[in-house]
Antibody, heavy 118, light 110 residues
């Protein structure tokens, strides 16, 4: 069974970097696409970006200057780094799997709530 | 970006039909392929894929869920509604990057 699990600090100070890890079991990240999606208080959801089976990346233009998604195939993990965070980056962060055939995000992690506050 | 619009709340009685709509700011279809997907999310849980490409039931999803639509107008139908279906429902398009989500429809009991 495919399982995803996010991990990382729940509290980040403004202007610092947010770093999260998504650990995947039951499926290799060298197949499909692996993305980060966040849900803000108030329920708006935003796709942040993904890393593909080949290691190529695509980012939401709204975040392009601040975001980086990388991976470690030996550990079957991928990572999110978001720089220069503000309180507006407070959200629940999810990692998810997507199929290249564009059939939606079919597996999701449980999510990790991240608060940006001093 | 493609904007997806959903009504915030829908009140329904158990055993009745619920119809949740999603309207896109531009077509999300390519030829006959409708790149709209639906998710269910309950409080404290991750979103769950219900319907992909507008009308295809995701694995393990009960047949009381169905989807329809093309172009800019899409519908998720739950018939009959059960107590376990009380949740928020989101549409999401993958026609253009960035993928975008609707604001969600909260299904409530009447």
């Amino acid at each position: 069974e495919v399982q995803l699990q996010e991990s990382g600090p729940g509290l980040v100070k403004p202007s610092q970097s947010l770093s999260l890890t998504c650990s995947v079991t039951g499926y290799s990240i060298t197949s499909n696409y692996w993305g980060w999606i966040r849900k803000f208080p108030g329920n708006k959801m935003e796709w942040m970006g993904y890393i593909s089976y080949s290691g190529s990346t695509s980012y939401n233009p709204s975040l392009k200057s601040r975001i980086s998604i990388t991976r470690d195939t030996s550990k079957n993990q991928f990572f999110l780094q978001l720089n220069s965070v503000t309180t507006e980056d407070t959200a629940t962060y999810y990692c998810a799997r997507a199929d290249p055939k564009r059939t939606g995000f079919d597996y999701w992690g449980q999510g990790v709530m991240v608060t940006v506050s001093s | 970006d493609i904007v997806l619009t959903q009504s915030p709340v829908l009140a329904v009685s158990l055993g009745q039909r619920a119809t949740i709509s999603c309207r896109a700011s531009q077509s999300v279809s390519i030829s006959s392929i409708n790149l709209m997907h639906w998710y269910q999310q309950k409080p404290g849980q991750q979103p769950k894929l219900l319907i992909y490409r507008a009308s295809n039931l995701a694995s393990g999803i009960p047949a009381r869920f169905s989807g329809s639509g093309s172009g800019t107008d899409f519908t998720l139908t739950i018939d009959p509604v059960q107590a376990d279906d009380i949740a928020a429902y989101y549409c999401q398009q993958s026609r253009e990057s960035p993928p975008t989500f609707g604001g969600g429809t909260k299904l409530e009991l009447k």
